[in-house]
């Protein structure tokens, strides 16, 4: 089963408007990742976010992780046009042991208006 | 950089064919795994490997084989194919090691089987 768990599973929003979406889990993690996919694309990793941290930028990008609610949010701001895609997350259980096996969400679809 | 190369990017199969999707990387990765993408399903792991010489098994291995004799290479197998393993594949690789890190991504290869 998924253990992310993105909502909403889709947004629509206007050129310039803040889109947020986000990332829930059940177990403890070492990392949660976000990765983004466009039509007909290979997934392209935006941020690393480690379970000391709390939020993290990159460019227009603002992650934060609650893990006391397991939850993590993607902030993307002044969205763009080309900023439509799927954004998936995916974590890295602490307790995974050395296999490296990302659990992933099954994703928000984000449509950007002009 | 090439990054992370799939071949073929589309193939069509007749139920039975066997075939293999090529995967190379220039990164000199030693993390590299086969994912497939199915509406609904999210990404699901099919195998992975640490490094030349060693590989696993990740959610849904059956049907489907691996071998790494390089660093460099990753070929998934499909032994004989089915209408079920109609999907879009996605090989992936890591530099991490430990908790799974940042993963880089191929372009994709869509396969159909009737």
């Known amino acids: 089963s998924q253990q992310g768990e993105e909502d909403p599973q889709a947004l629509s929003i206007q050129e310039g408007e803040n889109a947020t979406m986000n990332c829930s889990y059940k177990?403890?993690?070492?990392?949660l990742q976000w990765y983004r996919q466009n039509s007909g694309r290979g997934l392209v990793h935006l941020i690393l976010?480690?379970?000391n941290e709390r939020e993290k930028h990159s460019g227009r990008l603002r992650v934060t992780l609650d893990t006391s609610k397991k939850s993590s949010s993607l902030l993307i701001t002044a969205s763009r046009a080309a900023d439509t895609a799927s954004y998936f997350c995916?974590?890295?259980?602490?307790?995974?042991?050395?296999?490296?096996?990302?659990?992933w969400g099954l994703g928000t679809s984000l449509a950007v208006n002009p | 950089n090439a990054g992370v190369t799939q071949t073929p990017k589309f193939q069509v199969l007749k139920t039975g064919q066997s075939m293999t999707l090529q995967c190379a990387q220039d990164?000199?990765?030693?993390?590299m795994s086969w994912y497939r993408q199915d509406p609904g399903m999210g990404l699901r792991l099919i195998h992975y490997?640490?490094?030349?010489?060693?590989?696993d098994q990740g959610e849904v291995p059956n049907g489907y084989n691996v071998s790494r004799s390089t660093t460099e290479d990753f070929p998934l197998r499909l032994l004989s194919a089915a209408p079920s393993q109609t999907s879009v594949y996605f090989c992936?690789?890591?530099?991490?090691?430990?908790?799974?890190?940042?993963?880089?991504f191929g372009e994709g290869s869509r396969l159909t089987v009737l």
């Open positions: 992936a690789s890591s530099y991490s090691f430990g908790f799974p890190g940042e993963l880089f």
């Open positions: 990164m000199n990765h030693e993390y």
């Open positions: 490997s640490v490094g030349a010489g060693i590989t």
């Open positions: 177990t403890s993690i070492n990392n």
């Open positions: 976010i480690r379970s």
């Open positions: 995916a974590t890295a259980p602490r307790n995974a042991g050395n296999n490296r096996k990302l659990i």
